[in-house]
């Protein structure tokens, strides 16, 4: 059992919150579902919270942590582990995930996010999806429902297309504050993404189609015809049966990769 030997002070710089209901800490591992012979990651595993389940059933973990100070807390809690638990210290935004995968198993992600770095830390997680099974992660609630949202819908944008063109993305159950401590001062949920075996909808450059969507949401109150002026022209739009005069958010994953296709296939 995870018993830290003096309660640690949470620190707003790292944007922690440590996790302390068991009943929704047994209902995200449930939805986890991990297997002893999976490769399992965890980010930010503070103070073992989640990380006593993962073990208790693979028997094996690596976990990623910035905070030096939790280092002695895991290292005692989960001591009878022995190398078994791999602690890496380390920024998970520039941490190299590609360093822990083999040929034989895809990674599965875990992880209770800080709040303060979940987007860049998604997008970063993104270029390594040929390596992730699935990702499983408590964020900020209105993250989790930019990450889910679908085309014409107001928390549709730039983070919704990215992650959904990698990835099936299901938000699963919502967090409330009194499950941490300290409470945050938002609600939680909790979100997995799966990606792709084989992508739906392909993007012959992906750096362009990437800032295709950048520019796209650049200004959400203005038209498509406005933020791709000079990038696409009215013409190559409705070719596509598609209307200039629509707001962005109006447009699908596979709506944006058509778009980036045409044009080039046309500068090409």
């Known amino acids: 059992m995870a018993h830290p030997q003096k309660k640690h002070q949470a620190r707003k710089r790292f944007g922690q919150n440590f996790l302390h209901d ?7 591992v449930a939805c986890i579902r991990p297997k002893a012979d999976q490769k399992i990651v965890e980010i930010g595993p503070g103070l073992g919270a989640i990380t006593e ?39 998970a935004l520039k941490f190299d995930f590609a360093s822990l995968s083999t040929d034989a198993e895809l990674l599965r992600i875990v992880g209770n996010l800080p709040y303060n770095i979940s987007t860049p830390l998604i997008f970063h997680l993104l270029s390594y999806t040929n390596l992730i099974a699935d990702m499983h992660f408590m964020l900020q609630k209105e993250v989790v429902l930019r990450l889910a949202a679908g085309a014409g819908t107001n928390n549709y944008g730039r983070l919704s297309i990215m992650a959904q063109y990698f990835c099936r993305v299901d938000s699963l159950f919502e967090v409330p504050p009194e499950a941490f401590d300290p409470r945050p001062k938002v609600d939680s949920a909790i979100v997995r993404m799966a990606p792709y075996t084989e992508l739906p909808h392909t993007a012959l450059d992906f750096k362009h189609f990437e800032q295709l969507v950048k520019s796209a949401f650049s200004q959400r109150r203005k038209t498509l015809r406005n933020n791709l002026k000079g990038i696409a022209s009215d013409e190559q739009l409705q070719s596509l049966g598609i209307d200039p005069s629509i707001r962005s958010e109006r447009l699908t994953v596979g709506e944006f990769v058509a778009i980036s296709n045409l044009l080039t296939q046309t500068s090409s």
Do not use: C, M
């Open 22 to 28: 068991q009943g929704i800490i047994r209902h995200i």
């Open 53 to 91: 389940h993962l073990l208790a059933t693979t028997g094996h973990l690596d976990v990623v942590e910035l905070d030096r100070d939790l280092l002695p807390h895991l290292r005692i809690s989960f001591a009878s582990y022995g190398k078994n638990l791999r602690i890496h210290e380390a920024d």
